[in-house]
């Protein structure tokens, strides 16, 4: 009842008034002392009044707490996600079920632990950092995602939300955790990485060689052009083809042609071991290789390399006017990017080094020097 207490505080004020009644109609007394008693009985009324109402308002609270208390817990132990109270040591001291549930263990286990002891030592590091933050009240609260190790080993992503909770003092000395349990999120987001991973990697290979394609050659030519004209460094591009290879494909057919460039391009992967040297097929039967930061002789020895791998392919190539197997004539310049040149410039003397390999008699490298003819 609301005002339990104040009706009890009136019913004595009430009965100690029916007592005075029937005392003086048994007893006289003086006059004075009547009056007296019956200002001090009046003057009770309002100190039982407050009275009550203290007693009322206090057992509201208790009742509101109990309340609060019981609706806590059942959330605590019903709730669809796990949730813990830490407190600023790290250490869990209530567990619900689902958090039970997700890391293996139980309740009177988990208190034994702290959060070190069942996170990855990465993740471990960072939520001590933010709990550290929270508990010291820098911050209200914090969410991240980590992952927990479960007691049989498995690892279980979650992403936790954390904030400062009051004890029963009303301080702020322990510390809520909700986690939510996202492996089977997580899982589904790395199968999609390595999907988009793979995708790009297939967008910029060529379908028949494995090699870069033409596209993937322009964007990172592109890109090695602007980081050497930055750095004042030499970038070198070596371009060669396949000698009469339309004669080629001619006696052998395009099947044994389309072997012939793969077996090409798979010894690239072997003589461009140069970690920041790319090959890519440039078209056809053209191949082009961009070798950053390497002088013209650097790129002539790597192109050398490959010219006498090509023929100890041994490719049979009867129609070829120079030789019995497979040979490729190879262009090589070289250039310090500025700003009187732009990509294209490289590309053209490469171009017109392979052409002039070809007017030379094919199955040789010539080199030209691209920064000399600029200027």
Known sequence: MKYKGRLVGITLVILQLIMWIFHHKLHFTETGNKIFEMIMIV???PIFWILGKIYDRNKHHTKELKTSNKRF???????????????Q?????MVNPKLQEMLGYSESELTKLTLNDISVPEDAQ???????KLVKMEIESYTLEKRYIRKDGQIVWGEVTSSLFPNNQGDFSYVIGMVNDITERK???????????ELEYRSNRDGLTGIANRRYFDEQFDFEWTKAEKLKQPLSLIMFDLDFFKNYNDTYGHIMGDNCLKSVAR????????PICLPARYGGEEFAIIVPNSTLRDAEIIAEQIRLDVEELKLPHKQSVISPFVTISVGVASIIPDSGSNSE???????????????NGRNQIYCLQAVELVH
């Open 43 to 45: 003057f009770y009324i």
């Open 73 to 87: 817990q059942t959330i605590f132990e019903k709730a669809g996600i796990g949730v813990a109270l830490i407190d």
């Open 89 to 93: 040591n790290g250490r869990p001291v």
């Open 126 to 132: 960072i939520n001590y950092e933010q709990l550290h």
């Open 187 to 197: 899982a589904t987001e790395q199968k999609l990485m390595k999907l988009n991973q």
């Open 267 to 274: 010894l690239l992967s072997g003589v461009t071991d140069y």
């Open 345 to 359: 410039t490289l590309i053209h003397f490469a171009d017109q080094a392979l052409y002039q390999a070809k007017l």
